[in-house]
Nanobody
Framework: QVQLVESGGGLVQAGGSLRLSCLVS????????MGWYRQAPGKQRELVAR???????NYAASVKGRFTISRDNIKNTVYLQMNNLKPEDTAVYSC???????????????WGQGTQVTVSS
C-alpha cells in the first residue's frame, strides 16, 4: 500500500526559506504526477505545485516564482523548495499524487501526516 512521509516543515520568519521532502513508497512513483498541497486553518486543501513524470511543472498563482517542485525518481522523493515565504503560506503541507491516491477498499483518499509550515511576520 502507498505511504507518504512528509518532512522539513517548521517556523520561519517572513522572507525565509524551507525545503520540504516527501518519501513515497508502495507505488510506481516514477510514473505518477506528484503534487504538493496545503491546507490552512478554516480553508480547503489546495494544490500549490505539481510535477509530471517527465518533469513538467505547474504552480498556483499565489506561489509562482517563489516555490520550486522537483523529484528524484531514484530516491522516490518529491521536494518543494519554498523561498520568500509569506505569513499567508502558513498551512499544513502534504504531498500526494495528482489526483490523490485512493484507498480502493474504502473509496477515500489517502493522505500522509503532512508537515506544518508556519511563517511569522
Amino acid at each position: 500500500q502507498v505511504q507518504l512521509v512528509e518532512s522539513g516543515g517548521g517556523l520561519v520568519q517572513a522572507g525565509g526559506s524551507l525545503r520540504l521532502s516527501c518519501l513515497v513508497s508502495g507505488t510506481i512513483f516514477s510514473s505518477n504526477t506528484m503534487g504538493w498541497y496545503r491546507q490552512a486553518p478554516g480553508k480547503q486543501r489546495e494544490l500549490v505545485a505539481r510535477i509530471t513524470s517527465g518533469g513538467v511543472t505547474n504552480y498556483a498563482a499565489s506561489v509562482k516564482g517563489r516555490f520550486t517542485i522537483s523529484r528524484d525518481n531514484i530516491k522516490n522523493t518529491v521536494y518543494l523548495q519554498m523561498n520568500n515565504l509569506k505569513p499567508e503560506d502558513t498551512a499544513v503541507y502534504s504531498c500526494n499524487r495528482d489526483p490523490p491516491y485512493v484507498i480502493i477498499r474504502y473509496g477515500t483518499q489517502y493522505w500522509g501526516q503532512g508537515t506544518q509550515v508556519t511563517v511569522s511576520s
